[in-house]
């Protein structure tokens, strides 16, 4: 079946760049996502890409893609301490809008 | 845009007793609801998803006469824990797409502790 894997843990001192990364299994996904999940609450979308793009930028936020290697990873710059939080990947390849999320990867951003 | 509401925030219920969970689309029609429970410091389970006016699509293994889905309209779903054990207790969260059903937006979630 369909699997995501994310590394569990990553710390990074503030000002410096995160680097997020995730792997997937299913060939046929077609939407890929990174959500942030801070304690207690819900999760909050961050950004997606289509599976026929490679790069998506949003402000301090870089998506890349590699479709071949089936690897996907979140770039945020400027890290601040209120990104301190669970990252969330997760991909979807079905038309019935169901994703499929990995462990998540807890950031901690040290001042 | 693409606010998702859920009340209560967190409920604490005596064993035996149901609990219900409301799910709203706050800015926009839902067409599809998705309901999630999360154990701590692990990752999301999706347990059923709901099309409206549709019976709801129970993933393997999640008990729909335990959990009782209804989406009744476009910005509403409801969540009922029937009898509930404290094995129950556990954060579910409810996501919600629309038109543009690939974009999925979450509640804040629901903290349920079962005594």
């Known amino acids: 079946g369909e699997d995501v894997e994310q590394s569990l843990f990553l710390s990074v001192r503030e000002g410096d760049s995160s680097v997020i990364n995730c792997t997937y299994t299913?060939?046929?996904?077609?939407?890929l996502y990174w959500y942030k999940q801070e304690p207690g609450a819900g999760l909050q979308l961050l950004t997606y890409i289509f599976s026929n793009m490679d790069m998506k930028q949003d402000q301090r936020l870089t998506v890349l893609l590699n479709k071949k290697d089936k690897h996907l990873s979140l770039r945020i710059a400027d890290t601040q301490t209120g990104d301190s939080a669970i990252y969330f990947c997760a991909e979807s390849s079905s038309n019935t809008g169901k994703l499929i999320f990995g462990q998540g990867t807890t950031l901690q951003v040290k001042p | 845009g693409a606010v998702v509401s859920q009340h209560p925030s967190w409920v604490i219920c005596k064993s035996g007793t149901s609990v219900k969970i409301e799910c709203r689309s706050l800015d926009f029609q839902a067409t599809t609801m998705f309901w999630y429970r999360q154990f701590p410091k692990q990752s999301l389970m999706l347990m059923a998803t709901?099309?409206?006016?549709?019976?709801?699509?129970?993933e393997q293994g999640v008990e729909k006469d335990k959990f009782l889905i209804n989406h009744a309209s476009l910005t509403l779903s409801t969540l009922t824990v029937t009898s509930a054990h404290p094995e129950d207790s556990s954060f579910y969260i409810c996501?919600?797409?629309?038109?543009?059903?690939?974009?999925?937006?979450f509640g804040p979630g629901t903290r349920l502790t079962v005594t």
């Open positions: 996501s919600a797409s629309g038109a543009r059903n690939y974009e999925q937006y």
């Open positions: 709901s099309n409206e006016g549709s019976k709801a699509t129970y």
């Open positions: 299913d060939s046929s996904s077609t939407y």
